[in-house]
């Protein structure tokens, strides 16, 4: 499991960043989603990288 939340804006962020910060249902700064590590959560992370904050629950 994974802790994923957003740390920086979403302003100046490139339309395929703000489309997968979307679908994992990150908004705003300081919103955080707990979900199950696997190979589809690994490419939205490394898209976003930049803007996560990451933990292993």
Not at 5 to 12: H, P
Not at 24 to 52: E, F, M, P, Q, R
Request: without cysteine.
């Amino acid at each position: 499991m994974k802790k994923i939340t957003l740390a920086k804006s979403l302003i100046g962020a490139k339309p395929n960043q703000k489309a997968t910060a979307a679908s994992l249902g990150l908004k705003k700064i300081g919103d955080s989603i707990t979900l199950a590590d696997d190979a589809v959560l690994a490419g939205k992370i490394k898209v976003l990288s930049h803007l996560l904050k990451v933990e292993n629950v």
